[in-house]
């Protein structure tokens, strides 16, 4: 295992199209979180799973974002009706637990036209 | 509500100096803080985790010392070389939550 794998690397959408990323966390880790990142600035905490449990999600999280995680491996993060201020590096990152290390993928760059 | 800052914003040094990057975090209940380093369009890549407990964590050139009732933190990065040019970001993980709280970076150059 190779380490938190994210996909796609890059996607452009078109303003009011629905789009979907993957995020595969290292096996044992139990823990997932989504992160947004804008140009200049730290990554913003979106939602937190404890296996298949949605557990925290941040008011950046909007009626428009949703995101999954069947079974407590791999998730989605799905961005409906996207706008131009969607535009973000969307990063994902697991951890086996409270206390230890997150470690992070190499995120999803969304560019909204 | 947590708050990270950290100063400088930008740093430019030459090779082989011995540099120091700061964070300060607003709210001391604490789990634990964790420097990152990201290069341009990439994702973070840890370098150091420090408990609330410890007082100091090493690894190779870099160093990063916990002063939690301050609310501060610093990264030591021992005789610079190019290839540590990337932006380094310091996060809290607070006792109140599971999401980790970002600065927002400094970008260091080190020019050869």
């Given amino acids: ?113 | 509500k947590q708050e990270v800052t950290q100063i400088p914003a930008a740093l430019s040094v030459p090779e082989g100096e011995n540099l120091v990057l700061n964070c300060s975090f607003t709210d001391s209940a604490i789990y634990n803080l964790q420097w990152f380093r990201q290069d341009p369009g990439k994702g973070l890549t840890s370098l150091l985790l420090i408990q609330s407990s410890q007082r100091e964590q090493t690894s190779g050139r870099l160093n990063a010392s916990l002063d939690k009732s301050s609310g501060r933190s610093t990264l030591y990065i021992a005789a610079s070389q190019p290839g540590d040019s990337a932006t380094y970001l310091c996060a809290v993980k607070g006792t109140s939550g599971s999401r980790l709280t970002f600065g927002e970076g400094t970008q260091l150059t080190v020019n050869p």
């Fill in chain 1, 1 to 113: 295992d190779t380490g938190v794998s994210q996909d796609p690397r890059h996607k452009i959408t078109k303003r009011g199209q629905n789009v979907t990323f993957r995020c595969d966390p290292i096996s044992e880790h139990n823990r997932l979180y989504w992160y947004r990142q804008t140009l200049g600035q730290g990554p913003e905490f979106l939602t937190y799973f404890q296996n298949e449990a949605q557990l925290e999600k941040s008011r950046l999280l909007s009626d428009r974002f949703s995101a999954e995680r069947p079974k407590g491996s791999f998730s989605t993060l799905e961005i409906q009706r996207t706008e131009q201020g969607d535009s973000a590096m969307y990063l994902c990152a697991s951890s086996t637990n409270m206390n230890t290390e997150a470690f992070f993928g190499q995120g999803t760059r969304l560019t909204v036209v």
